[in-house]
Protein backbone atom coordinates (compact mmCIF):
# COMPACT_ATOMS: atom_id res chain seq x y z
CA UNK A 1 0.00 0.00 0.00
CA UNK A 2 1.42 3.15 -0.75
CA UNK A 3 0.95 6.38 1.18
CA UNK A 4 -0.27 9.25 0.52
CA UNK A 5 2.07 12.17 0.76
CA UNK A 6 3.82 15.13 -1.03
CA UNK A 7 6.86 13.78 -3.00
CA UNK A 8 9.36 14.92 -5.14
CA UNK A 9 9.81 11.89 -7.72
CA UNK A 10 10.97 13.58 -10.50
CA UNK A 11 14.81 15.00 -8.39
CA UNK A 12 14.85 11.48 -7.38
CA UNK A 13 16.37 10.52 -11.05
CA UNK A 14 18.70 13.51 -11.82
CA UNK A 15 20.22 13.28 -7.88
CA UNK A 16 21.60 9.99 -8.91
CA UNK A 17 24.73 11.24 -10.39
CA UNK A 18 25.37 13.62 -7.58
CA UNK A 19 24.73 10.45 -5.78
CA UNK A 20 27.48 8.17 -7.49
CA UNK A 21 29.93 11.17 -7.05
CA UNK A 22 29.70 10.30 -3.06
CA UNK A 23 29.14 6.64 -2.79
CA UNK A 24 32.11 5.10 -1.10
CA UNK A 25 33.09 1.69 -4.03
CA UNK A 26 31.95 -0.70 -1.45
CA UNK A 27 32.21 -4.93 -2.20
CA UNK A 28 29.44 -6.47 -2.12
CA UNK A 29 29.11 -10.33 -1.42
CA UNK A 30 27.02 -12.74 -3.05
CA UNK A 31 26.75 -16.19 -4.76
CA UNK A 32 28.87 -18.99 -4.19
CA UNK A 33 32.85 -18.78 -4.80
CA UNK A 34 34.42 -19.34 -8.29
CA UNK A 35 37.54 -21.24 -7.94
CA UNK A 36 40.83 -20.39 -9.83
CA UNK A 37 42.34 -23.84 -10.70
CA UNK A 38 45.79 -23.57 -10.37
CA UNK A 39 48.78 -24.69 -8.68
CA UNK A 40 48.63 -23.09 -5.41
CA UNK A 41 51.95 -20.29 -5.41
CA UNK A 42 54.24 -20.39 -2.35
CA UNK A 43 54.96 -16.99 -0.39
CA UNK A 44 58.62 -17.12 1.07
CA UNK A 45 60.26 -14.58 3.20
CA UNK A 46 61.55 -11.97 1.05
CA UNK A 47 59.73 -12.90 -1.22
CA UNK A 48 56.60 -12.58 -3.53
CA UNK A 49 53.79 -14.33 -5.18
CA UNK A 50 51.52 -13.34 -8.38
CA UNK A 51 47.89 -14.07 -8.63
CA UNK A 52 46.17 -13.45 -11.83
CA UNK A 53 43.20 -14.21 -14.27
CA UNK A 54 40.11 -13.04 -15.98
CA UNK A 55 36.52 -12.05 -14.83
CA UNK A 56 33.40 -12.08 -17.47
CA UNK A 57 30.11 -10.83 -16.59
CA UNK A 58 28.50 -14.20 -15.66
CA UNK A 59 30.39 -13.98 -12.05
CA UNK A 60 29.11 -10.63 -11.07
CA UNK A 61 27.77 -10.62 -7.32
CA UNK A 62 30.12 -13.72 -7.46
CA UNK A 63 33.49 -14.40 -5.58
CA UNK A 64 36.97 -14.85 -7.04
CA UNK A 65 38.97 -17.61 -4.14
CA UNK A 66 42.42 -17.23 -4.70
CA UNK A 67 44.55 -19.48 -2.56
CA UNK A 68 48.37 -18.87 -1.60
CA UNK A 69 50.32 -20.45 0.46
CA UNK A 70 52.38 -18.74 3.86
CA UNK A 71 55.45 -20.06 3.87
CA UNK A 72 57.11 -20.51 7.85
CA UNK A 73 59.04 -17.69 8.99
CA UNK A 74 56.74 -15.04 7.17
CA UNK A 75 55.72 -12.20 9.80
CA UNK A 76 54.65 -9.62 7.33
CA UNK A 77 51.84 -9.73 4.58
CA UNK A 78 51.62 -6.76 1.98
CA UNK A 79 49.22 -6.64 -0.41
CA UNK A 80 48.03 -5.23 -3.72
CA UNK A 81 45.79 -5.01 -6.77
CA UNK A 82 45.13 -3.79 -9.86
CA UNK A 83 42.57 -4.11 -12.80
CA UNK A 84 41.90 -1.92 -15.91
CA UNK A 85 40.08 1.40 -15.52
CA UNK A 86 35.91 0.87 -16.41
CA UNK A 87 33.09 -0.10 -14.87
CA UNK A 88 34.32 -3.02 -13.60
CA UNK A 89 34.94 -3.32 -9.30
CA UNK A 90 36.73 -5.98 -7.56
CA UNK A 91 36.51 -6.06 -3.77
CA UNK A 92 39.18 -7.24 -1.34
CA UNK A 93 38.96 -9.53 1.33
CA UNK A 94 41.58 -11.69 2.82
CA UNK A 95 41.34 -14.60 5.43
CA UNK A 96 44.32 -16.43 6.94
CA UNK A 97 45.01 -20.39 7.59
CA UNK A 98 42.25 -21.01 9.73
CA UNK A 99 39.98 -21.06 6.78
CA UNK A 100 36.84 -19.83 5.34
CA UNK A 101 34.84 -19.85 8.81
CA UNK A 102 34.53 -17.41 11.59
CA UNK A 103 38.45 -18.14 12.74
CA UNK A 104 39.84 -17.19 9.30
CA UNK A 105 38.81 -13.94 8.17
CA UNK A 106 41.01 -11.29 8.31
CA UNK A 107 39.37 -8.27 6.61
CA UNK A 108 37.49 -6.71 4.06
CA UNK A 109 38.36 -3.24 2.07
CA UNK A 110 35.76 -3.88 -0.06
CA UNK A 111 37.68 -1.52 -3.37
CA UNK A 112 38.83 1.54 -1.19
CA UNK A 113 42.34 -0.30 0.08
CA UNK A 114 45.46 -2.00 -2.09
CA UNK A 115 44.25 -1.37 -5.50
CA UNK A 116 47.09 0.49 -7.47
CA UNK A 117 48.14 2.61 -8.38
CA UNK A 118 46.34 5.33 -6.20
CA UNK A 119 45.48 3.21 -2.90
CA UNK A 120 47.96 2.55 -0.40
CA UNK A 121 48.51 -1.70 0.30
CA UNK A 122 47.14 -3.63 2.52
CA UNK A 123 49.66 -4.39 4.96
CA UNK A 124 48.98 -7.38 8.25
CA UNK A 125 51.37 -8.34 10.90
CA UNK A 126 51.33 -9.34 14.72
CA UNK A 127 51.27 -6.34 16.19
CA UNK A 128 49.48 -4.15 13.61
CA UNK A 129 47.02 -3.98 10.58
CA UNK A 130 45.93 -2.11 7.85
CA UNK A 131 42.34 -0.06 8.19
CA UNK A 132 39.52 -2.72 8.08
CA UNK A 133 42.26 -6.07 8.95
CA UNK A 134 42.72 -7.47 12.38
CA UNK A 135 46.26 -7.90 13.16
CA UNK A 136 47.43 -11.32 14.60
CA UNK A 137 50.39 -13.77 13.94
CA UNK A 138 50.75 -14.70 10.32
CA UNK A 139 50.67 -18.25 10.69
CA UNK A 140 51.82 -20.42 7.84
CA UNK A 141 49.07 -22.55 5.85
CA UNK A 142 46.76 -21.63 2.58
CA UNK A 143 45.83 -18.37 2.89
CA UNK A 144 42.94 -16.71 0.15
CA UNK A 145 42.22 -13.82 -1.41
CA UNK A 146 39.25 -12.76 -1.91
CA UNK A 147 37.83 -10.63 -5.14
CA UNK A 148 34.23 -9.94 -4.83
CA UNK A 149 32.77 -9.06 -8.06
CA UNK A 150 30.85 -6.17 -7.36
CA UNK A 151 30.33 -4.91 -10.72
CA UNK A 152 31.09 -6.00 -14.22
CA UNK A 153 30.41 -5.10 -18.30
CA UNK A 154 32.84 -7.07 -19.55
CA UNK A 155 35.60 -9.34 -19.41
CA UNK A 156 37.94 -8.26 -17.63
CA UNK A 157 42.22 -9.41 -16.29
CA UNK A 158 42.69 -8.90 -12.62
CA UNK A 159 46.44 -9.14 -11.29
CA UNK A 160 46.73 -9.59 -7.24
CA UNK A 161 50.44 -9.55 -5.71
CA UNK A 162 51.29 -10.57 -2.27
CA UNK A 163 55.18 -9.81 -0.80
CA UNK A 164 55.74 -11.33 2.26
CA UNK A 165 58.15 -10.22 5.00
CA UNK A 166 60.03 -10.83 8.18
CA UNK A 167 59.96 -8.08 10.88
CA UNK A 168 60.98 -8.57 14.69
CA UNK A 169 57.54 -10.15 16.85
CA UNK A 170 55.45 -8.27 18.15
CA UNK A 171 52.75 -9.18 20.48
CA UNK A 172 49.37 -7.95 18.78
CA UNK A 173 47.45 -4.83 20.36
CA UNK A 174 45.79 -4.98 23.66
CA UNK A 175 42.50 -5.36 23.50
CA UNK A 176 40.43 -2.11 24.79
CA UNK A 177 36.71 -2.78 24.65
CA UNK A 178 34.07 -0.55 25.85
CA UNK A 179 31.77 -1.31 28.92
CA UNK A 180 28.83 -2.59 27.55
CA UNK A 181 26.87 -2.04 30.56
CA UNK A 182 28.24 1.54 31.62
CA UNK A 183 25.38 4.16 32.29
CA UNK A 184 26.64 7.53 30.97
CA UNK A 185 23.93 9.31 32.61
CA UNK A 186 21.31 7.72 35.52
CA UNK A 187 18.39 9.97 34.79
CA UNK A 188 15.47 8.56 32.60
CA UNK A 189 15.24 10.90 28.90
CA UNK A 190 15.23 11.11 25.63
CA UNK A 191 18.49 10.62 24.18
CA UNK A 192 19.71 11.29 20.86
CA UNK A 193 21.98 8.86 18.84
CA UNK A 194 23.19 8.43 14.94
CA UNK A 195 22.44 4.43 13.96
CA UNK A 196 24.54 4.56 11.23
CA UNK A 197 28.39 6.18 11.77
CA UNK A 198 31.15 4.64 10.29
CA UNK A 199 34.80 5.55 11.42
CA UNK A 200 38.54 4.72 11.28
CA UNK A 201 38.22 1.68 9.44
CA UNK A 202 35.29 2.62 6.69
CA UNK A 203 37.37 5.46 4.72
CA UNK A 204 41.06 6.21 4.78
CA UNK A 205 40.11 9.82 5.59
CA UNK A 206 38.42 8.83 8.31
CA UNK A 207 38.62 11.12 11.67
CA UNK A 208 40.56 9.91 14.34
CA UNK A 209 38.58 8.94 17.44
CA UNK A 210 39.26 12.30 18.84
CA UNK A 211 37.62 14.22 16.30
CA UNK A 212 34.91 11.07 16.03
CA UNK A 213 33.90 12.60 19.57
CA UNK A 214 34.14 16.40 18.37
CA UNK A 215 31.70 15.76 15.55
CA UNK A 216 29.92 13.46 17.93
CA UNK A 217 29.31 16.36 20.37
CA UNK A 218 28.97 19.21 17.92
CA UNK A 219 25.72 17.51 16.60
CA UNK A 220 24.05 16.80 20.10
CA UNK A 221 24.80 12.99 19.85
CA UNK A 222 24.43 10.90 23.74
CA UNK A 223 24.86 7.68 21.89
CA UNK A 224 26.95 6.62 18.75
CA UNK A 225 26.63 3.37 17.27
CA UNK A 226 29.93 2.80 15.24
CA UNK A 227 28.94 0.53 12.27
CA UNK A 228 32.42 -0.07 10.32
CA UNK A 229 32.06 -2.24 7.50
CA UNK A 230 31.89 -5.84 8.04
CA UNK A 231 34.81 -5.69 10.40
CA UNK A 232 34.70 -6.31 14.49
CA UNK A 233 37.99 -4.94 14.93
CA UNK A 234 37.09 -1.80 16.81
CA UNK A 235 35.10 -3.80 19.57
CA UNK A 236 38.74 -3.80 20.68
CA UNK A 237 39.77 -0.19 20.06
CA UNK A 238 36.94 2.19 21.62
CA UNK A 239 37.36 2.00 25.58
CA UNK A 240 39.92 4.33 26.24
CA UNK A 241 37.90 6.62 24.33
CA UNK A 242 34.86 5.84 26.26
CA UNK A 243 36.28 6.19 29.66
CA UNK A 244 37.42 9.38 28.91
CA UNK A 245 34.08 10.61 27.59
CA UNK A 246 31.74 8.88 30.39
CA UNK A 247 28.29 10.81 29.69
CA UNK A 248 28.74 9.19 26.18
CA UNK A 249 27.58 5.76 24.65
CA UNK A 250 29.96 4.13 22.49
CA UNK A 251 28.34 0.95 20.96
CA UNK A 252 30.22 -0.82 18.74
CA UNK A 253 28.61 -2.42 15.76
CA UNK A 254 29.02 -3.12 12.11
CA UNK A 255 27.14 -2.84 8.54
CA UNK A 256 27.05 -6.35 6.90
CA UNK A 257 26.91 -5.02 2.92
CA UNK A 258 25.88 -8.11 0.74
CA UNK A 259 25.15 -7.44 -2.80
CA UNK A 260 21.09 -7.69 -1.74
CA UNK A 261 21.10 -5.40 1.09
CA UNK A 262 23.02 -4.13 3.80
CA UNK A 263 22.02 -4.45 7.22
CA UNK A 264 23.37 -2.81 11.19
CA UNK A 265 23.99 -5.05 13.23
CA UNK A 266 24.54 -3.07 16.43
CA UNK A 267 26.09 -4.03 19.41
CA UNK A 268 26.31 -7.57 20.86
CA UNK A 269 28.67 -8.96 18.16
CA UNK A 270 32.26 -8.42 19.13
CA UNK A 271 33.24 -11.91 17.13
CA UNK A 272 32.98 -12.01 13.25
CA UNK A 273 29.74 -11.58 12.02
CA UNK A 274 28.87 -13.24 8.16
CA UNK A 275 28.68 -11.33 5.17
CA UNK A 276 28.85 -13.87 2.37
CA UNK A 277 24.96 -14.03 1.75
CA UNK A 278 24.54 -16.61 -1.01
CA UNK A 279 28.14 -18.25 -0.75
CA UNK A 280 27.02 -22.35 0.45
CA UNK A 281 24.62 -22.50 3.25
CA UNK A 282 25.15 -18.92 4.11
CA UNK A 283 22.18 -16.45 4.19
CA UNK A 284 20.74 -13.49 5.75
CA UNK A 285 18.39 -15.63 7.61
CA UNK A 286 21.57 -17.12 9.49
CA UNK A 287 23.09 -13.84 10.08
CA UNK A 288 19.92 -12.31 11.56
CA UNK A 289 19.31 -15.25 13.61
CA UNK A 290 23.02 -15.35 15.05
CA UNK A 291 23.25 -11.72 15.51
CA UNK A 292 19.68 -11.40 17.17
CA UNK A 293 20.84 -14.16 19.59
CA UNK A 294 23.59 -12.34 20.77
CA UNK A 295 21.47 -9.69 21.54
CA UNK A 296 22.54 -6.92 18.96
CA UNK A 297 19.67 -4.98 17.12
CA UNK A 298 19.06 -5.72 13.87
CA UNK A 299 18.21 -2.63 11.38
CA UNK A 300 17.40 -2.90 7.43
CA UNK A 301 19.81 0.06 6.17
CA UNK A 302 18.56 2.42 3.63
CA UNK A 303 16.22 -0.17 2.21
CA UNK A 304 14.98 1.86 -0.91
CA UNK A 305 18.11 4.00 -2.24
CA UNK A 306 19.33 3.63 -6.19
CA UNK A 307 16.08 1.09 -7.15
CA UNK A 308 16.78 -0.53 -10.44
CA UNK A 309 18.12 0.60 -12.81
CA UNK A 310 20.06 2.84 -11.11
CA UNK A 311 21.04 0.29 -8.58
CA UNK A 312 24.41 -0.09 -9.80
CA UNK A 313 25.51 3.25 -8.43
CA UNK A 314 25.60 1.62 -4.63
CA UNK A 315 25.44 -2.27 -5.57
CA UNK A 316 23.52 -3.86 -3.11
CA UNK A 317 22.28 -1.00 -1.14
CA UNK A 318 18.27 -1.26 -2.26
CA UNK A 319 17.15 -4.05 -0.55
CA UNK A 320 16.17 -7.53 -2.34
CA UNK A 321 16.05 -9.94 0.92
CA UNK A 322 12.35 -9.59 1.76
CA UNK A 323 11.54 -12.92 1.48
CA UNK A 324 14.73 -14.49 2.87
CA UNK A 325 14.80 -12.53 6.48
CA UNK A 326 12.30 -13.08 9.64
CA UNK A 327 10.94 -9.70 10.35
CA UNK A 328 9.71 -10.37 13.58
CA UNK A 329 13.22 -9.98 14.43
CA UNK A 330 13.99 -6.82 12.80
CA UNK A 331 14.22 -4.08 15.70
CA UNK A 332 14.75 -1.06 13.08
CA UNK A 333 14.41 0.44 9.59
CA UNK A 334 16.61 3.34 8.56
CA UNK A 335 14.19 5.50 7.07
CA UNK A 336 16.14 8.79 6.46
CA UNK A 337 19.83 8.17 5.41
CA UNK A 338 21.99 10.96 4.91
CA UNK A 339 22.09 14.49 4.52
CA UNK A 340 23.17 14.78 1.21
CA UNK A 341 21.42 13.25 -1.69
CA UNK A 342 20.00 10.12 -0.52
CA UNK A 343 17.02 11.86 1.20
CA UNK A 344 15.37 11.58 -2.23
CA UNK A 345 14.72 8.29 -1.65
CA UNK A 346 13.06 8.88 2.06
CA UNK A 347 9.58 8.76 0.59
CA UNK A 348 10.04 5.17 -0.63
CA UNK A 349 11.79 4.11 2.45
CA UNK A 350 8.88 5.93 4.37
CA UNK A 351 6.29 3.37 2.72
CA UNK A 352 8.33 0.49 3.05
CA UNK A 353 8.42 0.59 6.69
CA UNK A 354 4.60 1.57 7.01
CA UNK A 355 3.80 -1.64 4.95
CA UNK A 356 5.65 -3.61 7.29
CA UNK A 357 3.48 -1.75 10.49
CA UNK A 358 0.81 -2.26 8.33
CA UNK A 359 1.46 -6.38 7.73
CA UNK A 360 1.57 -6.25 11.52
CA UNK A 361 5.21 -6.39 12.27
CA UNK A 362 6.32 -3.94 14.80
CA UNK A 363 9.57 -2.24 14.03
CA UNK A 364 11.12 1.40 14.98
CA UNK A 365 11.95 3.97 12.24
CA UNK A 366 15.93 5.23 12.78
CA UNK A 367 17.81 7.62 11.22
CA UNK A 368 21.39 6.96 10.26
CA UNK A 369 24.00 9.90 8.32
CA UNK A 370 25.77 6.94 6.71
CA UNK A 371 28.84 9.47 7.15
CA UNK A 372 32.75 8.25 6.75
CA UNK A 373 33.82 11.54 7.36
CA UNK A 374 32.82 13.16 10.48
CA UNK A 375 31.29 16.56 9.68
CA UNK A 376 27.89 15.07 8.85
CA UNK A 377 27.19 12.69 12.00
CA UNK A 378 24.02 12.82 13.69
CA UNK A 379 22.16 14.64 10.11
CA UNK A 380 19.31 12.60 10.81
CA UNK A 381 19.31 11.11 14.54
CA UNK A 382 17.13 9.27 16.41
CA UNK A 383 15.69 10.17 19.64
CA UNK A 384 16.01 7.22 22.17
CA UNK A 385 13.57 7.64 25.33
CA UNK A 386 15.31 5.61 27.87
CA UNK A 387 15.32 4.95 31.44
CA UNK A 388 18.96 5.86 31.74
CA UNK A 389 22.08 6.14 28.72
CA UNK A 390 23.11 2.86 28.84
CA UNK A 391 23.48 0.43 26.20
CA UNK A 392 20.82 -1.95 27.98
CA UNK A 393 18.50 1.08 28.69
CA UNK A 394 18.58 2.03 24.59
CA UNK A 395 17.92 -1.53 23.56
CA UNK A 396 14.83 -1.32 25.88
CA UNK A 397 14.05 1.94 24.61
CA UNK A 398 13.84 1.27 20.85
CA UNK A 399 12.47 -2.41 21.08
CA UNK A 400 9.86 -0.64 23.14
CA UNK A 401 9.09 2.09 20.11
CA UNK A 402 10.11 5.11 22.24
CA UNK A 403 11.41 6.51 19.05
CA UNK A 404 11.49 9.55 16.79
CA UNK A 405 13.30 10.92 13.92
CA UNK A 406 14.86 14.27 13.86
CA UNK A 407 15.49 14.37 9.93
CA UNK A 408 17.67 17.71 10.50
CA UNK A 409 19.80 16.35 12.65
CA UNK A 410 19.47 17.77 16.95
CA UNK A 411 19.84 21.28 16.91
CA UNK A 412 17.91 22.05 13.01
CA UNK A 413 14.91 19.36 13.68
CA UNK A 414 11.54 20.46 15.47
CA UNK A 415 11.31 18.71 18.75
CA UNK A 416 8.06 16.74 18.56
CA UNK A 417 5.91 15.04 21.51
CA UNK A 418 3.37 12.83 20.91
CA UNK A 419 0.66 11.01 23.81
CA UNK A 420 -2.51 9.38 23.69
CA UNK A 421 -4.80 9.35 26.62
CA UNK A 422 -8.44 7.03 27.48
CA UNK A 423 -9.44 7.24 30.60
CA UNK A 424 -6.88 6.89 33.69
CA UNK A 425 -3.93 5.88 31.17
CA UNK A 426 -1.79 7.87 29.03
CA UNK A 427 0.63 6.56 26.55
CA UNK A 428 3.25 7.84 24.18
CA UNK A 429 5.53 7.00 21.00
CA UNK A 430 5.25 3.16 20.33
CA UNK A 431 2.76 2.16 23.27
CA UNK A 432 -0.50 0.44 22.96
CA UNK A 433 -3.69 1.96 24.56
CA UNK A 434 -6.66 -0.59 24.91
CA UNK A 435 -9.34 1.26 23.52
CA UNK A 436 -11.50 1.89 20.74
CA UNK A 437 -10.83 5.80 20.96
CA UNK A 438 -9.01 7.97 22.84
CA UNK A 439 -7.43 11.88 23.01
CA UNK A 440 -4.21 12.30 21.19
CA UNK A 441 -1.90 15.70 22.26
CA UNK A 442 0.83 16.73 19.84
CA UNK A 443 3.21 19.21 20.82
CA UNK A 444 6.07 20.55 18.37
CA UNK A 445 8.86 23.33 19.60
CA UNK A 446 10.53 25.14 16.99
CA UNK A 447 8.61 24.40 14.23
CA UNK A 448 7.02 27.45 13.56
CA UNK A 449 6.30 27.65 9.73
CA UNK A 450 6.26 23.97 9.18
CA UNK A 451 3.40 21.46 8.30
CA UNK A 452 2.34 18.76 10.96
CA UNK A 453 0.61 15.89 9.10
CA UNK A 454 -0.82 12.66 11.05
CA UNK A 455 -1.78 9.37 10.01
CA UNK A 456 -3.87 6.90 10.81
CA UNK A 457 -3.16 3.16 9.24
CA UNK A 458 -0.97 4.79 6.70
CA UNK A 459 -3.52 7.34 5.26
CA UNK A 460 -4.08 11.54 5.89
CA UNK A 461 -5.81 11.67 8.89
CA UNK A 462 -8.72 13.23 9.37
CA UNK A 463 -8.20 14.96 5.78
CA UNK A 464 -5.22 14.95 3.28
CA UNK A 465 -4.76 18.87 4.80
CA UNK A 466 -1.39 19.10 6.50
CA UNK A 467 -1.95 21.62 9.69
CA UNK A 468 0.38 24.60 9.39
CA UNK A 469 2.69 25.22 13.18
CA UNK A 470 2.11 28.80 13.85
CA UNK A 471 3.97 29.29 16.76
CA UNK A 472 7.06 27.96 18.31
CA UNK A 473 6.06 26.41 21.39
CA UNK A 474 2.70 24.24 19.22
CA UNK A 475 0.23 22.08 20.87
CA UNK A 476 -2.80 20.29 18.50
CA UNK A 477 -5.32 18.13 20.45
CA UNK A 478 -7.60 15.79 18.46
CA UNK A 479 -10.02 12.59 18.98
CA UNK A 480 -8.72 9.60 16.88
CA UNK A 481 -10.95 6.65 16.73
CA UNK A 482 -9.60 2.84 16.40
CA UNK A 483 -10.36 1.94 12.63
CA UNK A 484 -11.43 -1.57 11.55
CA UNK A 485 -8.29 -3.71 10.59
CA UNK A 486 -7.16 -6.99 11.16
CA UNK A 487 -3.93 -5.84 11.63
CA UNK A 488 -2.31 -7.53 14.87
CA UNK A 489 -0.68 -4.23 16.20
CA UNK A 490 -3.70 -2.48 15.69
CA UNK A 491 -5.39 0.62 14.56
CA UNK A 492 -2.62 3.32 14.77
CA UNK A 493 -1.45 7.03 14.24
CA UNK A 494 1.35 8.52 13.99
CA UNK A 495 3.06 12.35 13.23
CA UNK A 496 5.31 13.88 10.98
CA UNK A 497 6.60 17.66 10.27
CA UNK A 498 7.28 18.61 6.91
CA UNK A 499 8.99 21.72 4.90
CA UNK A 500 8.22 22.34 1.44
CA UNK A 501 11.97 20.48 0.60
CA UNK A 502 10.58 17.64 2.96
CA UNK A 503 10.46 15.51 6.01
CA UNK A 504 11.91 17.03 9.26
CA UNK A 505 10.81 14.64 12.29
CA UNK A 506 8.94 11.37 11.81
CA UNK A 507 7.64 9.25 14.90
CA UNK A 508 6.82 5.63 15.85
CA UNK A 509 3.00 5.27 15.90
CA UNK A 510 0.41 5.46 18.96
CA UNK A 511 -1.78 1.53 18.57
CA UNK A 512 -5.44 1.65 19.59
CA UNK A 513 -6.40 -1.86 20.32
CA UNK A 514 -10.21 -2.25 21.10
CA UNK A 515 -10.44 -3.99 24.23
CA UNK A 516 -11.71 -7.44 23.67
Known amino acids: MKTPRPTVPSRRWWIAAAIAATIALLGLPGEPFVHAAKA ?11 LKGDIGPKQINKYVEL ?12 VTYGYPEGNTVLDLGIWDADGFGYKGFRGWSGSRQGRLPDQPPVVIQANKASRNYNPAPIEPGKWHIELGVGHID ?37 YFGDFHMHAHHSNLNAPTQAEFVTYAKDAGLDFMPITEYQINRHWNEWGTTAEENPDLIFWPGREVITYFGHVGIIGETPGMVEYRHGYKDISMAEIQERSVAKGALF ?19 YWELDDVIDYSMVDTIEVVNGSDGAEYFTEDA ?21 DKLGPDYGVPATAVYAEDLSRPALIEGIRAGHVWVAALGVAASPTIDFTASAGDAEVMFGDTLEADAADFTVRVTNGIGQLLRIYRDGVPFPTAAAIPITTDDFTFEFE ?11 SY ?12 TLGMP ?6 G
Do not use: M
Open 154 to 190: TKTSYKVTIKCGKVPLRKPPRPDPVDPNHVARPDAGW
Open 299 to 317: QINHPTITPPPIDHLCRGC
Open 67 to 78: PFKVAKGVSKLI
Open 480 to 490: GTAADTDNPLG
Open 350 to 370: IDFWEEKLLTGHFIAPTGGSD
Open 510 to 515: IFLAPP
Open 40 to 50: VPVCKAGKAVT
Open 493 to 504: FRIETRTPQGLT
